[in-house]
């Protein structure tokens, strides 16, 4: 039984390295604008879960292929503040706003995940759900908000910060699961593998 992860990012691979499981990464190519797009008014939690959903059906087949007996985990992670969902800024420019309008506020970093079991290549059970963290974020200067853009790291990650790296030093606190503001929940995870039936250890 291997642990597939659908996802690209390498936060949610080492916190699951850390965690004991050493998963088998697939990326999914997920159009996530069109994903998006196709839902009626959906809630934070329900944009997260879909795009997880997206994320680890898009990688479904060939997984089936190669791992017939195996657990797909798919993930997303958004930002809310101030009334609206963000995801990465992609932009210098997007970065820059982005962190002047979240300096000295709270938002709610929102991580969804899909659970796939598969048994002989066929799906036998499937599992998902959000994980809602709050995030102070402290109030860096324009200098370190030039210098931290710069090393691109906030132009590829949920919300234009990170936990576990460069960005932790301008957040002031969490209320809730950091492994889920790192990327991937491994509170809602295990959830998750207990629906399909199975337990963490499985894995290790």
Same mark, same amino acid.
């Given at each position: 039984?291997?642990?597939?992860?659908?996802?690209?990012?390498?936060?949610?691979?080492?916190?699951?390295?850390?965690?004991?499981?050493?998963?088998?990464?697939?990326?999914?190519?997920?159009?996530? !604008? @069109? #994903? %998006? *797009?196709?839902?009626? $008014?959906?809630?934070?939690?329900?944009?997260?879960?879909? =795009? +997880?959903?997206?994320?680890?059906?898009?990688?479904? !087949? @060939? #997984? %089936? *292929?190669?791992?017939? $007996?195996?657990?797909?985990?798919?993930?997303?992670?958004? =930002? +809310?503040?101030?009334?609206?969902?963000?995801?990465?800024?992609?932009?210098?420019?997007?970065?820059?706003?982005?962190?002047?309008?979240?300096?000295?506020?709270?938002?709610?970093?929102?991580?969804?995940?899909?659970?796939?079991?598969?048994?002989?290549?066929?799906?036998?059970?499937?599992?998902?759900?959000?994980?809602?963290?709050?995030?102070?974020?402290?109030?860096?200067?324009?200098?370190?908000?030039?210098?931290?853009?710069?090393?691109?790291?906030?132009?590829?990650?949920?919300?234009?910060?990170?936990?576990?790296?460069?960005?932790?030093?301008?957040?002031?606190?969490?209320?809730?699961?950091?492994?889920?503001?790192?990327?991937?929940?491994?509170?809602?995870?295990?959830?998750?593998?207990?629906?399909?039936?199975?337990?963490?250890?499985?894995?290790?």
């Amino acid at each position: 039984m291997r642990l597939v992860l659908a996802s690209a990012s390498p936060a949610r691979l080492s916190v699951l390295r850390a965690a004991g499981v050493e998963p088998v990464v697939r990326i999914s190519g997920v159009d996530e !604008d @069109a #994903v %998006a *797009a196709a839902l009626v $008014d959906p809630t934070p939690g329900d944009l997260v879960t879909a =795009l +997880a959903v997206a994320k680890a059906e898009a990688v479904l !087949d @060939a #997984v %089936a *292929a190669e791992h017939p $007996d195996s657990v797909i985990v798919g993930c997303d992670s958004m =930002l +809310a503040i101030g009334g609206e969902v963000v995801g990465k800024p992609h932009t210098p420019e997007a970065a820059r706003e982005r962190w002047r309008r979240m300096a000295g506020r709270s938002g709610t970093l929102l991580t969804g995940h899909a659970v796939l079991r598969l048994t002989g290549g066929e799906v036998v059970a499937r599992a998902s759900g959000s994980e809602p963290t709050t995030v102070r974020f402290g109030s860096p200067t324009e200098e370190e908000v030039e210098a931290y853009v710069a090393t691109g790291e906030p132009l590829a990650v949920a919300g234009g910060f990170t936990l576990d790296g460069l960005g932790g030093w301008f957040v002031d606190g969490i209320d809730g699961d950091p492994s889920s503001v790192i990327g991937i929940s491994l509170p809602l995870t295990r959830k998750l593998l207990q629906v399909v039936g199975l337990g963490v250890p499985t894995f290790w």
